[in-house]
Every structure is written in structure tokens, then in C-alpha cells.
């Protein structure tokens, strides 16, 4: 279950009822989530062709809609609203579909809104500050090159304040946040790394690859248990907007 999504239910102010849902960047976890609310219907949006099939299989969509498209095609779902819209870790894997359209990903997520918006992000990393910090940020560097040089671009995280400042500036301040620990394990190390062998078998470059391998090897060895930043939850009415603060003249 996802912890963080799981939280709404638990937050006041929330949805008092759930209507229309959107998950306008789906994946595994938030359409479990989203798939298990008290909702009218629900509709699931993602980029990716193939990730849309996996899904289809795990939640078949019955009267429910599961979608492929671009938040960058002006008219996908363009007269369409919903009472409830969720953007779990949209913004940060935004750049790879849609670069430099998080600005204006955040003007249609409030654009398809009548409701709540929900927005769930990973605070960028600061530079470490231990070892184990260490370990964990030459992880993220090795995959992030390696998407690279495999021509694609990698995640790109957002603060959570670079986000609220948008969204006050599109009038619509945050209603209320929240700020999640992220706790690392020595399985996270294993599965990331994994994912970058993986992803080393499409390099053309075998020797670079090769070197590349053992960098990988030198990685699984150390020991990265540990806490390391957090992910933040948004919560924004966009029906009802939060009075924003303003300094007195
Ligand atoms: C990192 S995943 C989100 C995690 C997901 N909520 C989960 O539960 O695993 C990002 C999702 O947003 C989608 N996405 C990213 N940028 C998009 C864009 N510009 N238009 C539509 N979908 C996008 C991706 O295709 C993917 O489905």
C-alpha cells in the first residue's frame, strides 16, 4: 500500500466525497491506491505504451479508463474535469516524456481540477553528508549517466518549495503539506543497481560497458543503510483556495 497516498485519509481537510479521480501519472502503486477508493470512476493516464499494457492486466479498467497520452498535447482531456486529481511522482519523471514542461504540467493538472489536487514529489537530494549518503548519491549519478548516455533523459526532481511558489503564482497556495523520511536499505542498493546492469546491456560501447560493470560491482559491496532526504505531500482545494499569507504594508 502505498504509505504516502495512504496518508490523505487520514489529513483533514480531504475530498468529502471522491467523484471523478484522476491519476494523471500512473504506476503500480497509485493505481492500487486509486483503484481502491469509494470513487464514481476512475481514470489513469501514462505516457508509456507498455507500462499502460502491464497495467490493463493487474486493473482491468471495466468502466474505468486507463489512457496514453502527453500532458504536452494541448488536447488531451482538455475539456474534461475531475473532482479529485493525483500526481504521484509525475513531475519528477515529467522531463523524460515532456522536457522543461513542468511549469505548464502544473497549469493542467490545475486546469483538469474542480476539486482537490493532490501532488506527491521527491525533495532533490543535498549533497552527502556520511558514507552511506555517499554510496546512495554515486548510485543516483551512475544511473542517471547511464540513462544518458543511453540517450534518454533522466528523472529531474523538483523542490517542494519551487513547486508551492508555482502554484501560489497560479493562485492556488497549498491547503496543507506533508514531509516523509526516506529510510534506505541495503534491497534498495540492490534493486537500483540491478537496474543500471540491466540497462548496460543496450549500451553500444561493451567496453564502457564493461567498466561501467565493475563500477556497478564496487557499488553493491557498500553498505548505503541509511536516511537520506524525504518526498513531500501536497494537498491543494482548488475548488476552495487556501488564503495565502501576505506581508503587512
Ligand atoms: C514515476 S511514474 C509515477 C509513479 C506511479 N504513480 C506509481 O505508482 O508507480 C511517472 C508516470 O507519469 C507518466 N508521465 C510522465 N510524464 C508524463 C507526461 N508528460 N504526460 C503523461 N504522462 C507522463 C509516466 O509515463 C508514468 O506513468
Same mark, same amino acid.
Given at each position: 500500500m502505498d504509505k504516502v497516498l495512504e496518508h490523505i485519509l487520514s489529513r483533514s481537510p480531504r475530498p468529502q466525497s471522491w467523484g471523478r479521480v484522476l491519476d494523471a501519472g500512473t504506476g503500480e502503486s497509485s493505481l492500487a491506491w486509486v483503484s481502491r477508493l469509494p470513487c464514481s470512476d476512475w481514470t489513469a493516464v501514462? *505516457? =508509456? %505504451?507498455s507500462r499502460a499494457q502491464g497495467l490493463r492486466g493487474r486493473f482491468p479498467p471495466g468502466k474505468n479508463r486507463l489512457l496514453v497520452g502527453n500532458w504536452q498535447d494541448p488536447q488531451f482531456l482538455e475539456r474534461e474535469t475531475f473532482d479529485v486529481v493525483i500526481a504521484d511522482y509525475l513531475l519528477g519523471s515529467c522531463d523524460r516524456y515532456a522536457p522543461h514542461f513542468q511549469e505548464q504540467l502544473l497549469e493542467r493538472l490545475l486546469g483538469v481540477c474542480r476539486g482537490w489536487l493532490f501532488i506527491v514529489g521527491q525533495e532533490p537530494w543535498s549533497r552527502p553528508t556520511n558514507p552511506a549518503q555517499r554510496c546512495l548519491w554515486n548510485i543516483a549519478q551512475l544511473r542517471d549517466a547511464v540513462q544518458l548516455l543511453l540517450d534518454r533523459r533522466p528523472h529531474r526532481e523538483l523542490p517542494q518549495d519551487w513547486v508551492e511558489r508555482q502554484l501560489a503564482r497560479y493562485g492556488h497556495p497549498v491547503n496543507w503539506s506533508e514531509r516523509?523520511?526516506?529510510? #534506505? =536499505?541495503?534491497? #534498495?542498493? @540492490? +534493486? %537500483?543497481?540491478?537496474?543500471?546492469?540491466?540497462?548496460?546491456?543496450? @549500451? *553500444?560501447?561493451?567496453?564502457l *560497458?564493461? @567498466? @561501467? +560493470?565493475? +563500477?556497478?560491482?564496487t557499488l553493491r559491496q557498500a553498505n548505503a543503510a541509511g536516511v537520506y532526504g524525504w518526498d513531500y505531500l501536497l494537498a491543494v482545494n482548488v475548488a476552495q483556495p487556501a488564503a495565502i499569507d501576505r506581508p503587512p504594508h
Amino acid at each position: 500500500m502505498d504509505k504516502v497516498l495512504e496518508h490523505i485519509l487520514s489529513r483533514s481537510p480531504r475530498p468529502q466525497s471522491w467523484g471523478r479521480v484522476l491519476d494523471a501519472g500512473t504506476g503500480e502503486s497509485s493505481l492500487a491506491w486509486v483503484s481502491r477508493l469509494p470513487c464514481s470512476d476512475w481514470t489513469a493516464v501514462t *505516457a =508509456d %505504451e507498455s507500462r499502460a499494457q502491464g497495467l490493463r492486466g493487474r486493473f482491468p479498467p471495466g468502466k474505468n479508463r486507463l489512457l496514453v497520452g502527453n500532458w504536452q498535447d494541448p488536447q488531451f482531456l482538455e475539456r474534461e474535469t475531475f473532482d479529485v486529481v493525483i500526481a504521484d511522482y509525475l513531475l519528477g519523471s515529467c522531463d523524460r516524456y515532456a522536457p522543461h514542461f513542468q511549469e505548464q504540467l502544473l497549469e493542467r493538472l490545475l486546469g483538469v481540477c474542480r476539486g482537490w489536487l493532490f501532488i506527491v514529489g521527491q525533495e532533490p537530494w543535498s549533497r552527502p553528508t556520511n558514507p552511506a549518503q555517499r554510496c546512495l548519491w554515486n548510485i543516483a549519478q551512475l544511473r542517471d549517466a547511464v540513462q544518458l548516455l543511453l540517450d534518454r533523459r533522466p528523472h529531474r526532481e523538483l523542490p517542494q518549495d519551487w513547486v508551492e511558489r508555482q502554484l501560489a503564482r497560479y493562485g492556488h497556495p497549498v491547503n496543507w503539506s506533508e514531509r516523509f523520511e526516506n529510510h #534506505y =536499505d541495503q534491497d #534498495y542498493v @540492490l +534493486r %537500483e543497481v540491478n537496474a543500471i546492469e540491466e540497462n548496460l546491456h543496450e @549500451l *553500444a560501447d561493451k567496453g564502457l *560497458a564493461q @567498466l @561501467l +560493470r565493475r +563500477r556497478c560491482h564496487t557499488l553493491r559491496q557498500a553498505n548505503a543503510a541509511g536516511v537520506y532526504g524525504w518526498d513531500y505531500l501536497l494537498a491543494v482545494n482548488v475548488a476552495q483556495p487556501a488564503a495565502i499569507d501576505r506581508p503587512p504594508h
